[in-house]
Structure formats: structure tokens, C-alpha cells
């Protein structure tokens, strides 16, 4: 989970329900400087989707939001049908990056015709990042799709053990 604020505002969307946050944070990542040919070049927005459990646990898919806020501010559609979750996965948050890899590794996979991504330029979308894994997963699912570029945005990073103190 991000530090200070950012990771505030992360928590406070998805674990108190506060849904209004992510219209702020949207709007926030949608001020990403973007590379000229994601700009140019993207289709739509996608969310990670969460398992169905998850999903009706927290009541709402963090992403989803986000994507959604995003996508609004820069009138690119958010893409929700696209991309499943098959397998109810473990909380991330304590897993060492190999267990990570392993926790999401198959998890994902295209939904519906996948015609409707053959060639497109697709950003995925998820509220933070640690090791890429989950990204990294979704994105193999929407290659072996037929995708043909796959950029990441999120909202915040969490540190790693690694990392020079802030």
C-alpha cells in the first residue's frame, strides 16, 4: 500500500467504501503524462476485475471505479466485460513477489468475443502496484486475446523492501 495520503485515499476506497474518492483519484491519474502513443493510439480502459467473491465481499471493484473516473475525464470508454477473474485468489498484501507470481499465474481470461480486441491498444487499470504481478498476469490473458499493445496505469506504488527510505 502507498505511504501517507495517496495511501489514505487507497484504503479508504477500498476497504471504508468510500466510492465518491474515486472520481478525485481518476481524475488525478488521468493527468498522467501520457506517452504520445498511448494517447494516440489507446482504446479503452480495463479494469483488474476482482473474483466474484471479492467482488460481492467489498460490495464494488476499486478498478472498476477508477477506471470508470478515468475514463470519463478523457472520453475513452472503460471496457468492464473484457477481461475475468476464473480463480478466487489470496490477499496480495503479504505475499513475497514469488508468491505472488504464483497467486495470480492462470487467474485471468478473456470474456466474450475476442474479435473486439484484436489489434486494439488497451490501458489496464488498478489502484496500486507492487510487483506487477496481477498486471502482468491480466496482461498475458488480454495477449493471448489478441491485444496488441497493453499499457498499465495505477494510482499509487507500494514500497518494497528494497527501496531507498522517502
Request: aromatic content about 6%; some cysteine.
Amino acid at each position: 500500500m502507498p505511504e501517507g495520503i495517496g495511501g489514505e485515499l487507497v484504503h479508504s476506497l477500498k476497504y471504508d467504501g468510500w466510492h465518491a474518492l474515486a472520481m478525485g483519484m481518476g481524475a488525478r491519474m488521468a493527468r498522467v503524462s501520457w506517452p504520445a502513443d498511448v494517447t494516440d493510439e489507446r482504446t479503452a480502459f480495463v479494469p483488474v476485475p476482482l473474483s466474484p467473491r471479492r467482488e460481492r465481499e467489498r460490495g464494488f471493484n476499486q478498478s472498476a471505479k477508477l477506471a470508470d473516473a478515468i475514463a470519463a475525464h478523457l472520453d475513452v470508454p472503460a471496457w468492464h466485460d473484457v477481461l475475468v477473474r476464473t480463480t478466487f485468489t489470496s490477499s496480495q498484501t503479504r505475499l513475497t513477489p514469488e508468491e505472488r507470481l504464483r497467486n495470480v499465474s492462470g487467474a485471468f481470461r478473456v470474456a466474450g468475443d475476442p474479435a473486439r480486441l484484436r489489434g486494439a491498444h488497451l490501458v489496464l487499470v488498478d489502484d496500486v502496484v507492487t510487483t506487477a504481478a496481477t498486471l502482468n498476469a491480466c496482461a498475458a490473458a488480454l495477449f493471448a486475446g489478441g491485444t496488441r499493445i497493453i499499457s498499465y496505469v495505477t494510482f499509487g506504488r507500494a514500497r518494497l523492501p528494497g527501496d531507498a527510505p522517502s
